[in-house]
């Protein structure tokens, strides 16, 4: 119902180019994003590069359009988050707001998006709640979500022998959830979970943890958490000689500047699934290397910084498309939903209804630390998910845009 | 803490002075809505120097530097958050409740830390404060990380619109205001009195036949409260009640408003609050040099401005303010 | 829920003493300090974290190994510690101790904001050295030489201090200085020089927890700032009047810490500060504390 009043309007709009008003060719960009804290790598100063580099390559400047842009840091609280996107709304009249790691702060923004009607392009968040029961008009969610990460390396790992799971659980909502849809993929494959063991958020020690795991005599231990939890039980695990007994560890949410940080005698032979890596192709390595020589620390993209340069690439072609800029946040989502994407790093998908980009995910290994070659050779591509498999079916979906 | 200058001036003069600076106060925050400034930013403010205010009453007043503050601050905001969404109450009784929730902390925790006194109180408020942290973050009914999104404002007092900006800027200033005269009627009591004697001379209090403790005590609830009210209220203009409130660094922001706007002075925790928040609106953007920059603050308060601006400016005019 | 092996409780008892590790080091360093100046030095988890990122400059830059870094870290930041001391610290002397509380909390927000601004967040790697890899399967578990190490080290460390400031004439003076500074000084010591000395000593120790840290969790800017409020309350507990009693704390606190993280792991890490709220209401002046 909805969209076509949307609809009806957009038409209108159109028909009506520029007869009243002189278009209007202004756009302001915000970057939300944790500079500082634990995702500063994934996100942080990159993601206001990829931002930068997409507003340069959509050549909008050229057509005439003035592109403005400010970042600000989240530092992961969604208070944060709430009063910084609800200021640039008011006052600095920001029409698209992208990034926003954490899936706290991406749920709360999500709100003000919605209550003032700018568009929100997620890249970074885990919640798949976001294209679910959170879902809104105003909202696309690009790169990957829990149902991905879930689906993309449960499944994989089980069908490639790994049937048997003792989980390492991050105590709290993201943690729980990877958990919760991790387990249904393994039994629905025919694998089985032998327990888990819920530690602390930020626990420095996992000691304790890895031995219980060790004791469960499970195939694979699974990192139901993120970040420094993640770095850390990998790195304890080769050290209480977990990895060289035979168990093998699969971490659910892993970035390519995680592995960076750990390197690879820690982290070679673990399995996980990205939507980007820099060097799986052409276009995303001509992306990259540009990427890393503005970068100060030389960083190769991380899939969440190549997602804001699509989600930007995008949203900036359908404002092209509509010749001027409306300032309505739901009209301009709808007119993204109504155009496929097709950007160099993601590939060719579409907006579904729900607000959710698809596009193939892969199942990444990372490599011995012999077989890297130059510097971020890291990956090995084990399995490509194409695009209508690697997010929740839209029947499954539960966000209530989707009843008509 | 015993550096802040309380020198006792003839009562009339001084309450008359100070009279008209809460008034003056109250016009020149009355009016920054009109003068342009952002509403949502000072009703922030706002809560924050009340926040400030309570913490200000145990720190200048009864000597006691509590590092844990934020407990009460998060405790108020989650109990009002869940009222209002959860129960759907009304936010004049959420706001309440809040309070209420902040102050029963206060006294559970009060009992256990005004057995010790100077450091220890101040690094057992903070062991406290990390254990309640660790609690909501676990805990179902604060949603952990994600926090209680989408709080609903509704009618305050059943007809005042709290979702149109300048009807919930009033009804802030209005609470904040409450609050403040509540502590300055306090520290001006015979109550108020007593405290300041036991910060200056606990000993000496107790022989005089104080029970100390009690007092004590009662000012920490009080503080507690106070600071739970804050909370609460900063929740209702938000909307949305996260772990941020009942984090470490937050209890350290609030030493840091009150140090920089004066330890013990009246009007010091407003006027810090207000530089403080301005501080990280306007910085925001440098993200990790916030941090930094705080820190220097600190140093720098520590070292040579031990006053506060408040203080100081009281100095200058050998006044109490 | 109780009916575990043996062999896991001695897994877990032997976990739990290597963290009480380095809750013996870092409190036994608080309590030096607390001793001498009166201060509590809330810069303590930020220089924890400086020993650990000294430790991979030495290896990374200078290609200076860990066994080197071991004493060359803990003199560096010892003598920066020294430098603040004399800078900043000393201008405290007579004021409220709550003041040194609150510089030392500005400089641990100015040390890590400024390794966060310059490292990131999510930490650099330092590996195991090359003489203590791999461990030994005891039968109930296997335990990496790394962190048999770890113990035995800091046990040596924490004795050694105790033997120095108890038992040793250079001590004498010190638990002299602590009672009566003006009575020692009239003896002819340098006691602000002992003072700086002793605040080195104290963060040097810190810098130290952090070396043997270092090879196994990240080496991250915000590694010691929810630890050093874990010790706090270790120091509460134990109180801080004597150095063995803050060693003792330290290591039975990990011990029972690694048991919860058995039992009830959702408990792990309030179970000291609900000791801590226990303790205060049994003694308030902590274990080991004087009245």
Redesign the interface.
């Known amino acids: 119902m909805k969209t076509s009043v949307s609809t009806l309007a957009l038409v209108a709009a159109l028909a009506l180019p520029g007869a009243a008003f002189a278009q209007d060719k202004n756009v302001k960009i915000g970057v939300l994003d944790d500079m500082s804290g634990l995702y500063a790598d994934v996100g942080g100063q990159g993601s206001i590069l990829a931002a930068q580099m997409a507003i340069e390559d959509s050549g909008m400047a050229a057509k005439g359009w003035k592109i403005d842009m400010i970042s600000a840091d989240h530092q992961n609280k969604p208070d944060v988050g709430v009063n910084i996107s609800r200021q640039w709304a008011d006052q600095e009249k920001v029409d698209g707001i992208f990034g926003v790691l954490t899936s706290s702060v991406a749920l709360a923004v999500n709100g003000v998006a919605k209550e003032k009607n700018v568009v929100y392009m997620n890249s970074g968040a885990a919640t798949s709640d976001l294209t679910n029961a959170a879902c809104s008009p105003n909202t696309v969610h690009w790169t990957y979500d829990t149902y991905l990460l879930a689906n993309g390396t449960g499944k994989a790992v089980v069908k490639a022998g790994g049937d048997s799971w003792f989980f390492l659980t991050a105590d709290y909502a993201f943690g729980q959830a990877l958990e919760r849809d991790t387990t249904a993929v393994i039994t629905a494959n025919g694998g089985k979970v032998l327990g888990s063991v819920r530690h602390p958020l930020n626990s420095s020690d996992f000691s304790s943890f890895l031995l219980q795991a060790q004791a469960s005599k499970a195939k694979i231990i699974g990192l139901a958490n993120a970040g420094g939890d993640t770095m850390n039980a990998i790195k304890q695990a080769s050290e209480f000689g977990i990895t060289g007994s035979g168990q093998k560890l699969a971490a659910l949410l892993l970035f390519s500047s995680d592995v960076h940080s750990l390197g690879l005698k820690m982290t070679q032979g673990l399995q996980f699934t990205e939507t980007f890596y820099w060097d799986l192709n052409d276009g995303t390595r001509a992306f990259s290397k540009r990427f890393s020589d503005r970068m100060k620390n030389k960083n190769e993209p991380t899939m969440v910084q190549a997602g804001i340069y699509a989600s930007i690439i995008h949203y900036l072609k359908a404002l092209d498309a509509m010749g001027s800029n409306p300032h309505d946040g739901v009209k301009v989502v709808d007119k993204m939903k109504s155009m496929p994407t097709d950007d160099p790093l993601f590939g060719k998908g579409e907006i579904q209804p729900n607000g959710r980009t698809i596009h193939p995910g892969y199942l990444f290994e990372v490599k011995k630390p012999e077989e890297s070659k130059y510097p971020w050779d890291y990956y090995k591509l084990i399995a490509t998910i194409p695009a209508n498999e690697a997010f929740t079916p839209l029947a499954q979906s539960t966000c209530p845009l989707l009843k008509k | ?3 802040a200058p309380m020198k006792t001036h003839a009562a009339a003069p001084q309450m008359r002075d100070e009279t008209v600076v809460i008034m003056a106060m109250v016009a020149v925050l009355a009016a920054l809505p009109a003068l342009g400034v ?1 509403p ?2 000072v009703m ?1 403010a706002l809560c924050f120097a009340l926040f400030a205010c309570a913490f200000n009453l145990l720190i200048g007043f009864v000597g006691l ?1 509590s ?1 844990g503050h934020a407990m009460f601050l998060g405790t108020a905001g989650y109990a009002s958050a869940h009222a209002a969404k959860v129960w759907g109450l009304p936010p004049e009784l959420c706001i309440l409740f809040g309070a209420l929730s902040a102050g029963v902390l206060g006294l559970l925790v009060g009992l ?2 005004i ?2 006194q ?3 109180f ?3 408020t ?3 404060a ?2 309640i942290y ?2 909501y ?2 805990a179902k009914f604060t ?5 209680i ?2 709080v609903p404002q509704g009618y305050f007092l059943g007809f005042l619109d709290l979702s149109k900006p300048l009807v919930l800027f009033y009804v802030v200033l209005a609470i904040f205001m409450a609050g403040f005269l509540l502590i300055y009627r306090t520290i001006n009591s015979p109550f108020g009195e007593i405290l300041k004697a036991i910060r200056e001379n606990e000993p000496r209090a107790i022989s005089l036949g104080y029970r100390t403790a009690r007092y004590k005590l009662a000012a920490f609830v009080l503080s507690a409260g106070l600071a739970g009210l804050a909370g609460a209220t900063k929740v209702i203009v ?3 009640a ?4 009942v984090r ?1 660094e937050m209890s ?1 922001e609030v ?1 840091l408003m009150t ?1 920089v706007g004066g330890l013990g002075t009246i009007f010091g925790p407003v006027v810090g609050a207000f530089i403080i928040i301005a501080m990280q609106q306007y910085l ?9 920059i ?6 720098t ?3 040579a401005f ?1 006053r506060g601006i408040v203080g100081e400016i009281a100095q200058a005019l050998r006044r109490n303010l | 829920m109780f009916n575990i092996s043996t062999q896991a409780l001695f897994a877990q008892l032997l976990v739990g003493l290597i963290n009480g590790s380095f809750y013996a080091l870092l409190s036994l360093g608080l309590a030096v300090i607390f001793g001498m100046l009166n201060i509590i030095n809330f810069a303590h988890g930020a220089v924890y974290m400086m020993g650990a990122f000294c430790a991979y400059f030495l290896l990374n830059v200078f290609d200076i190994n860990y066994w080197v870094a071991l004493i060359l870290a803990p003199l560096l930041i010892g003598g920066l510690g020294m430098a603040l001391e004399r800078t900043m610290l000393q201008r405290l002397a007579g004021l409220d101790h709550l003041y040194g509380l609150l510089l030392t909390f500005g400089l641990a927000l100015i040390i890590q904001g400024v390794f966060q601004n310059y490292f990131g967040s999510s930490g650099l790697p330092y590996a195991i050295p090359q003489q203590l890899t791999g461990g030994q399967n005891l039968g109930f578990m296997f335990l990496p030489n790394y962190r048999a190490w770890v113990v035995v080290f800091s046990l040596t460390v924490c004795l050694a201090t105790w033997f120095a400031i108890e038992k040793t004439k250079l001590g004498a003076y010190l638990r002299a200085a602590t009672e009566n500074p003006a009575l020692v000084r009239a003896f002819g010591v340098n006691v602000p020089r002992m003072i700086t000395l002793t605040y080195g000593f104290g963060v040097g120790l810190a810098a130290l927890a952090g070396v043997l840290s270092a090879p196994i969790n990240q080496v991250r800017p915000l590694m010691g700032a929810d630890l050093i409020i874990v010790v706090f309350a270790v120091v509460v507990i134990g109180g801080m009047g004597s150095i063995m009693g803050s060693i003792v704390t330290g290591f039975a606190l990990g011990i029972l810490e690694g048991l919860t993280k058995y039992f009830y792991p959702e408990a792990s890490n309030t179970v000291v500060f609900v000791i801590m709220a226990l303790v205060l209401m049994v003694k308030p002046n902590g274990l080991f504390g004087r009245a």
């Open positions: 803490m015993t550096d952002y949502y930013f922030q530097l590092f256990i830390a057995r010790r100077g450091i220890y101040s690094m057992t903070l062991a406290l990390q254990m660790f609690f973050l676990q949603h952990g990380e994600d926090g999104q989408g938000s909307q949305n996260s772990l941020t409130d470490w350290g030493v140090l925001a953007e440098f993200g990790q040099w916030v941090l930094v705080q820190g220097v603050i600190f140093v308060c520590v070292l031990r």
